[in-house]
T-cell receptor, first 114, second 114 residues
Framework: AQSVTQLGSHVSVSEGALVLLRCNYS??????LFWYVQYPNQGLQLLLK??????LVKGINGFEAEFKKSETSFHLTKPSAHMSDAAEYFC????????????FGKGTLLTVNP | DVKVTQSSRYLVKRTGEKVFLECVQD?????MFWYRQDPGLGLRLIYF???????EKGDIPEGYSVSREKKERFSLILESASTNQTSMYLC?????????????FGAGTRLSVL
């Protein structure tokens, strides 16, 4: 079984501040992990993914995430928030094997204040 | 670029109507998925298909069926729409049955059942 927990359904930061969105996963096997972003009235777009290569993964728009097996975490960060980062962010896990379905977290809405 | 197209952005239907949501992908992907997205619940998998005429139930298949007669097209069917099926519906596709593969999403169909 696999599951994802995103801590904080709503995160608010000031423009230029650090963005930290938390994701913890549960998986009985080494997981593949994904962060997706959804802008208003749009579908989901991949930000980055972890597939057991480097533990620090860089994505689009200046985002990165670090896989920490000991903490079962895959938190998303960005050093300096921009107004255009305001969106909903979803963490997802796929435990592989014969199961290639993604399990999504409930999402975190990021608000960026001027 | 992969393109996943959902035929309608907004739909309004009456209780008891039969509703078809259509999704087309243009990258010869094997896998296609239907999710529903509700505030605070994230994305939940309704059905997926890994080949033409092949389908598997996801986490919430009740009240829904699907059809995949051609590789590029995956239809979600609400046999008798009910108000609790008012939601955002997202279609996705991925290349092959590998856990690390990215899912590509359409823009979504917002369905209101009155």
């Amino acid at each position: 079984a696999q599951s994802v927990t995103q801590l904080g359904s709503h995160v608010s930061v000031s423009e230029g501040a650090l963005v930290l969105l938390r994701c913890n996963y549960s998986s009985s096997v080494p997981p593949y992990l994904f962060w997706y972003v959804q802008y208003p009235n749009q579908g989901l777009q991949l930000l980055l993914k972890y597939t057991s290569a480097a533990t620090l993964v860089k994505g689009i728009n200046g985002f990165e995430a670090e896989f920490k097996k000991s903490e079962t975490s895959f938190h998303l960060t960005k050093p300096s928030a921009h107004m255009s980062d305001a969106a909903e962010y979803f963490c997802a896990v796929n435990s592989g094997g014969s199961n290639y379905k993604l399990t999504f977290g409930k999402g975190t809405l990021l608000t960026v204040n001027p | 670029d992969v393109k996943v197209t959902q035929s309608s952005r907004y739909l309004v239907k009456r209780t008891g109507e039969k509703v078809f949501l259509e999704c087309v992908q243009d990258m010869d992907h094997e896998n296609m998925f239907w999710y529903r997205q509700d505030p605070g619940l994230g994305l939940r998998l309704i059905y997926f298909s890994y080949d033409v005429k092949m389908k598997e139930k996801g986490d919430i298949p009740e009240g829904y069926s699907v059809s995949r007669e051609k590789k590029e097209r995956f239809s979600l069917i609400l046999e008798s729409a009910s108000t609790n099926q008012t939601s955002m519906y997202l279609c996705a596709s991925s290349l092959v049955r590998l856990a690390k593969n990215i899912q590509y999403f359409g823009a979504g169909t917002r369905l209101s059942v009155l």
